[in-house]
């Protein structure tokens, strides 16, 4: 019997080796595939360690700590392995190294106090080694007190080891000079006790001093502990509270960390102190860009006052960019400190660029910084390496153009800031006056024409060199061309020619300047008449609409029995008015009868696309007062005496719901086309019992992306509140939007009827553009899978599920989005480069914001701010011409000056009001048009 138990737990064994053999043969080309995906790396270092492959475990581990910064279980983990493995100098050297890399990762006391209690022992064992001399441990000591003396939580540890080492050198007397050794002991206890941090009745280096002291002659404690333990208690009273919220709070306790950091620097603290407090910050939030960059400034200052922390910020900032790659300021911050340290700083601006920045501004930071740097290298002399020097700086500009075009087009460098900066140092710098000419020439060309601040800093710069010609033509182009700040062109070449100029050439600048204006103000005026005419259409036409429905055949009833419309209101309802048109400069305006007028009730509000007209009936009120707040086409409501709770349709597939349900009804939006009612009733089913699911349709009988799920109580409600774009309520890989169906009041505005999206940096979101446009949801899953736990893939389509070549990538964790962006980006995907960002989607209306990333085949955008003089009406080259009309050019018309054109009576084209005889070839070649 024990021979055939332990054959089968032989056989248990054999079959959970061999599927550990597998496993690690799949992680092992997994991460081959993506070095990123941090998952794969914690599981591929605990399977080798369960099969006790040590060198692949070390290697694992190595490829592991190139790519990601280690928390301190896991170099806790891999440097205990490693020590119980020393067997030589040489490996005990190894380790040593290993310490070294451990601590520039996290601040951690555990790290330290081992790295301490190990450099002890092998002082012990071989004594006689450089690496382990009594100089080069305590060398180690003295680091490990920099780093964590003055660590709350975990200094003690770290003093105790300290303190045991020196007392273990006097008590063997393997130092020479007893006296020293003991002073040296009374030192290290003196600083153990003046430092502010955890004590209690058994820990702490208060017991050690008594201990201590009843070894003395006198046995009494010498009076500066004592004073340096009052000291270490006021200091420990001060910040007390805010150690006490960092103890309760949960992880990673941000808040409470920027409370103990603002504490430190309000309270002007050492350097020491203050950098302590970032770093436990950083310990427990190591992606929080708030934290890396008041740590980052902090430490720029510090090197600024004191040469020495010059090093010491340039590990802050790399380390900075370990963890949040995607943050172009902490590139920049690197570039600088490494600049400053006297390295060279272009390998930084190049792996800055290909690291996923996440919008455009990042990149155009980042090429503006790289140019400037390119800049600062270009020497006075010689000649050939200046030439040399000034070459390379154009060709980081040329390529930081083509880059920001090709990916972002005019919205990569909107304001044109690396032109004219090219441009300023081409003229000002290398005095090139022709480049700098040319700079300008291209931005005009490239879409900048119509932007004043383009021309006037031009202009600045021909005054600056003395060319008043060149000046004068600049500012004169400038007022025909620009249109988003014309009176700041206008009245600088008025201020030129006053200065510079005759004056003839003043007179000549100002006529120029108001034909100009009068053009700009008529125009402006003509906009604003366009925009009220076509307002007041929209209202009257509204107004029409509302008439007419209150003056059509209907009974407005229910199923308790609700008010009708009395034959009185049908004998007076008045018939529908026929719309018409008047054509006037692409004006529409719908002509009402005056008698009608006067009889329509007060106007209500305008209607918002989306939302429910506002209107009210007669005295009865049974008509339809407001719609809930949530969502567009919200149900409508009816005020019944006994409501049955039912929703009912409407016409044009309108839900019309009784208001006593809506405390049991919830609004559901962002739903896919393809949603019904039973895959929405499946969801939501766990919430509790369903009455009914309502989805709001089209009249062609299509969903609009919303419905109405109303529930038996509203217990159930909160519920399905709690399923708001949760995991649990994605429907077709569309995250669900649950909000309650409230009840607006009548002078309430109506909400947006658009999703209520996130706006700003979401960190464990990506944005993937360059897609393939026949590529899926399910293969962007594929390819984004191995880099750890997706939350949601969602494929942007237009109505007909075509692709629009963009998606949507969420992620679980934000360090898994971060090793997807480093490993995704301008990789190859179904033959196309990809390019990954982090989601950062502008607030609404903020269109500064916005980074569009236009695919590199649909060529430049064009840009939609530019001023065209010449209506779209007269930029047809060609017309139908027939008896009695001109033919229209963009010139105006045929056979005249443009301005001696009469306009048609009406806003039409252009009529031919001369009495000019027509012969038959005239008429002939009409018809060869």
């Known amino acids: 019997k024990k021979m055939a138990e332990n054959d089968g737990s032989s056989g248990s064994e054999d079959e959970a080796d061999e599927q550990r053999s597998e496993l690690i043969v799949k992680l092992r080309r997994s991460l081959k595939a993506?070095?990123?995906?941090?998952?794969?790396?914690?599981?591929?270092?605990?399977?080798?360690?369960?099969?006790?492959?040590?060198?692949?475990?070390?290697?694992?581990?190595?490829?592991?700590?190139?790519?990601?910064?280690?928390?301190?279980?896991?170099?806790?983990?891999?440097?205990?392995?490693?020590?119980?493995?020393?067997?030589?100098?040489?490996?005990?050297?190894?380790?040593?190294?290993?310490?070294?890399?451990?601590?520039?990762?996290?601040?951690?006391?555990?790290?330290?106090?081992?790295?301490?209690?190990?450099?002890?022992?092998?002082?012990?064992?071989?004594?006689?080694?450089?690496?382990?001399?009594?100089?080069?441990?305590?060398?180690?000591?003295?680091?490990?007190?920099?780093?964590?003396?003055?660590?709350?939580?975990?200094?003690?540890?770290?003093?105790?080891?300290?303190?045991?080492?020196?007392?273990?050198?006097?008590?063997?007397?393997?130092?020479?000079?007893?006296?020293?050794?003991?002073?040296?002991?009374?030192?290290?206890?003196?600083?153990?006790?003046?430092?502010?941090?955890?004590?209690?009745?058994?820990?702490?280096?208060?017991?050690?001093?008594?201990?201590?002291?009843?070894?003395?002659?006198?046995?009494?404690?010498?009076?500066?502990?004592?004073?340096?333990?009052?000291?270490?208690?006021?200091?420990?009273?001060?910040?007390?509270?805010?150690?006490?919220?960092?103890?309760?709070?949960?992880?990673?306790?941000?808040?409470?960390?920027?409370?103990?950091?603002?504490?430190?620097?309000?309270?002007?603290?050492?350097?020491?102190?203050?950098?302590?407090?970032?770093?436990?910050?950083?310990?427990?939030?190591?992606?929080?860009?708030?934290?890396?960059?008041?740590?980052?400034?902090?430490?720029?200052?510090?090197?600024?006052?004191?040469?020495?922390?010059?090093?010491?910020?340039?590990?802050?900032?790399?380390?900075?960019?370990?963890?949040?790659?995607?943050?172009?300021?902490?590139?920049?911050?690197?570039?600088?400190?490494?600049?400053?340290?006297?390295?060279?700083?272009?390998?930084?601006?190049?792996?800055?660029?290909?690291?996923?920045?996440?919008?455009?501004?990042?990149?155009?930071?980042?090429?503006?910084?790289?140019?400037?740097?390119?800049?600062?290298?270009?020497?006075?002399?010689?000649?050939?390496?200046?030439?040399?020097?000034?070459?390379?700086?154009?060709?980081?500009?040329?390529?930081?153009?083509?880059?920001?075009?090709?990916?972002?087009?005019?919205?990569?460098?909107?304001?044109?800031?690396?032109?004219?900066?090219?441009?300023?140092?081409?003229?000002?710098?290398?005095?090139?006056?022709?480049?700098?000419?040319?700079?300008?020439?291209?931005?005009?060309?490239?879409?900048?024409?119509?932007?004043?601040?383009?021309?006037?800093?031009?202009?600045?710069?021909?005054?600056?060199?003395?060319?008043?010609?060149?000046?004068?033509?600049?500012?004169?182009?400038?007022?025909?061309?620009?249109?988003d700040d014309p009176e700041a062109v206008c009245q600088a070449l008025l201020v030129f020619e006053r200065d510079a100029g005759s004056l003839d050439d003043y007179g000549r600048a100002a006529q120029k300047v108001a034909t100009r204006l009068k053009i700009v103000s008529d125009r402006r005026a003509a906009t604003v008449q366009k925009e009220v005419v076509s307002s007041n259409a929209t209202k009257k036409g509204a107004n029409k609409k509302g008439a007419d429905k209150k003056g059509a055949d209907k009974n407005a009833t229910d199923k308790k029995g609700t008010n009708k419309i009395g034959a009185a209101d049908k004998k007076g309802a008045e018939k529908p008015r026929k719309e018409k048109r008047k054509r006037g400069d692409d004006v529409a305006a719908v002509a009402v009868d005056e008698a009608t007028d006067k009889s329509e009730k007060p106007r209500g509000e305008k209607r918002k696309r989306g939302a429910d007209d506002e209107s009210a009936d007669g005295e009865g009120g049974g008509g339809v007062v407001a719609g809930p707040v949530a969502g567009p086409s919200a149900p409508k409501r009816r005020n019944t005496e006994a409501g049955d709770g039912k929703m009912e349709e409407g016409k044009d597939g309108e839900v019309v719901v009784d208001t006593s349900a809506y405390p049991r009804t919830v609004f559901l939006k962002n739903l896919s086309f393809n949603s019904e009612e039973p895959q929405i009733k499946e969801v939501f089913a766990v919430c509790g019992t369903i009455e009914e699911v309502r989805l709001v349709r089209n009249s062609f009988g299509k969903s609009k992306g919303f419905a109405y799920v109303q529930f038996e109580s509203e217990e159930s409600v909160v519920s399905a509140l709690a399923m708001d774009r949760h995991s649990s309520s994605v429907l077709d890989f569309r995250p669900v939007y649950v909000n309650k169906c409230e009840e607006r009041k009548p002078d309430a505005p109506a909400t947006s009827s658009g999703p209520t999206y996130a706006t700003g940096l979401e960190r464990n979101k990506l944005y993937v553009t360059g897609l393939s446009y026949s590529l899926t949801e399910q293969e962007i899953r594929d390819f984004f899978e191995p880099f750890g736990e997706l939350t949601a893939v969602r494929l942007a389509t237009s109505r007909n599920g075509q692709s629009k070549g963009y998606a949507f990538v969420e992620f679980a964790d934000d360090k898994v989005a971060t090793a997807a962006l480093i490993g995704g980006n301008n990789q190859m995907l179904k033959g196309r480069p990809i390019t990954v960002a982090l989601s950062n989607p502008p607030k609404k209306g903020d269109q500064s914001a916005t980074s569009s990333a236009p695919r590199s085949d649909q060529g430049p955008v064009r840009p939609t701010s530019e001023f065209r003089p010449v209506p779209r009406a007269l930029n047809r080259t060609r017309k139908r011409v027939g008896l009695g009309m001109t033919r229209v050019t963009s010139a105006g018309v045929a056979g005249k000056p443009p301005g001696e054109s009469g306009a048609a009576k009406g806003g039409g084209v252009a009529a031919d009001n001369t009495a000019a005889k027509k012969n038959n070839d005239f008429f002939a070649s009409l018809f060869k048009k």
């Open 34 to 483: 993506n070095p990123y995906h941090y998952d794969s790396h914690i599981l591929f270092i605990k399977t080798l360690k369960e099969a006790a492959e040590l060198e692949q475990l070390r290697h694992a581990r190595t490829k592991m700590a190139d790519v990601y910064p280690l928390t301190e279980e896991l170099w806790l983990d891999w440097l205990r392995d490693e020590i119980e493995l020393v067997e030589s100098p040489r490996a005990r050297v190894k380790v040593v190294e290993l310490f070294g890399q451990a601590v520039e990762d996290y601040l951690s006391p555990g790290v330290w106090q081992l790295y301490c209690q190990f450099m002890a022992d092998s002082h012990v064992i071989d004594p006689t080694a450089d690496t382990f001399s009594l100089d080069a441990v305590r060398s180690v000591f003295d680091k490990a007190i920099a780093a964590v003396g003055q660590h709350y939580t975990g200094a003690n540890r770290v003093w105790a080891n300290i303190y045991n080492f020196e007392l273990g050198q006097l008590e063997s007397g393997a130092v020479a000079g007893t006296e020293a050794q003991q002073t040296r002991v009374q030192t290290c206890l003196r600083r153990w006790t003046a430092a502010p941090i955890n004590t209690d009745a058994d820990a702490g280096a208060w017991p050690a001093v008594v201990a201590w002291a009843a070894k003395l002659p006198d046995g009494t404690i010498p009076e500066g502990f004592t004073h340096a333990r009052s000291v270490a208690d006021a200091a420990r009273a001060k910040n007390a509270q805010i150690e006490a919220e960092i103890a309760e709070a949960e992880s990673p306790r941000l808040e409470a960390f920027n409370k103990l950091i603002a504490f430190e620097l309000a309270a002007e603290s050492t350097p020491d102190r203050v950098i302590l407090a970032y770093e436990r910050g950083i310990a427990n939030s190591a992606l929080s860009v708030e934290l890396w960059h008041g740590y980052g400034e902090y430490s720029d200052r510090a090197a600024a006052a004191i040469p020495d922390r010059v090093q010491a910020a340039l590990r802050v900032h790399r380390r900075a960019i370990r963890n949040c790659p995607w943050v172009a300021s902490f590139w920049t911050r690197l570039a600088h400190a490494t600049e400053r340290s006297g390295q060279v700083a272009k390998p930084v601006y190049d792996q800055a660029l290909a690291a996923g920045l996440a919008a455009s501004t990042d990149f155009l930071e980042v090429w503006a910084n790289y140019a400037e740097y390119m800049q600062r290298l270009v020497p006075a002399d010689p000649a050939d390496a200046r030439l040399s020097a000034i070459d390379e700086w154009r060709g980081v500009l040329d390529r930081a153009a083509a880059h920001l075009k090709q990916y972002f087009g005019r919205g990569g460098d909107p304001n044109a800031r690396l032109g004219l900066y090219r441009a300023r140092v081409e003229a000002t710098r290398f005095r090139d006056i022709e480049a700098a000419r040319a700079t300008h020439t291209a931005l005009v060309a490239d879409g900048h024409a119509s932007q004043a601040h383009v021309w006037l800093a031009q202009a600045r710069l021909e005054q600056a060199l003395g060319s008043d010609s060149s000046c004068r033509q600049t500012l004169s182009e400038a007022v025909q061309k620009v249109s």
